[in-house]
C-alpha cells in the first residue's frame, strides 16, 4: 500500500452549538489540515499522485472555509462545526475527485485533532 500526504491550513470562525463550555462562544482557530491519499497502485510515472496536484485540490476545498464563519456554510447549519465534522466535511467533497482511500486529519491546535477516513 502507498500513501501521500500533504498538508494545507485554514482559519476561521465558530461556535459549538448544545455544547456547555468555553466552545459555546463565538472563537477562531487556524486549523492544520492533512490528507493522505491511499492506493495500492501507481501511475505511469510511478507516483500515486503529483503532490502539486493533491496540493490544488485540497486548496479548492478549503478555500470556502477560509476566513470564515462555519456555522453559516450551508453543510455547518445542522452539523455543529466540531473538527470531526469539518474532516467529514472536507472527505465529502475530495471523495468526489479523488480515486483511493483518503483520510483527512483536521488539526484544531497543535496538540488536538481529529480525523475521518472511510473504510
Known amino acids: 500500500m502507498y500513501e501521500v500526504k500533504v498538508v494545507d491550513e485554514f482559519s476561521g470562525a465558530h461556535n459549538l452549538r448544545n455544547y456547555k463550555g468555553k466552545c459555546e462562544a463565538l472563537h477562531g482557530h487556524n486549523w492544520k489540515v492533512e490528507l493522505m491519499l491511499e492506493s495500492d497502485t501507481l501511475d505511469s510515472q ?16 478549503l478555500s470556502p472555509l477560509d476566513h470564515k464563519y462555519l456555522n453559516d456554510i450551508p453543510y455547518f447549519k445542522e452539523k455543529n462545526p466540531t473538527s470531526e465534522n469539518i474532516a467529514r466535511f472536507i472527505h465529502k467533497k475530495l471523495s468526489e475527485i479523488l ?13 488536538s485533532c481529529a480525523s475521518f477516513e472511510k473504510s
Not at 46 to 61: N, R, S
Not at 100 to 107: E, L, P, Q
Open 46 to 61: 510511478g507516483m500515486v499522485m503529483d503532490f502539486k496536484e493533491l496540493k490544488d485540490k485540497l486548496k479548492d476545498i
Open 99 to 111: 480515486k483511493g482511500k483518503i483520510k483527512i486529519s483536521v488539526w484544531e491546535t497543535t496538540a
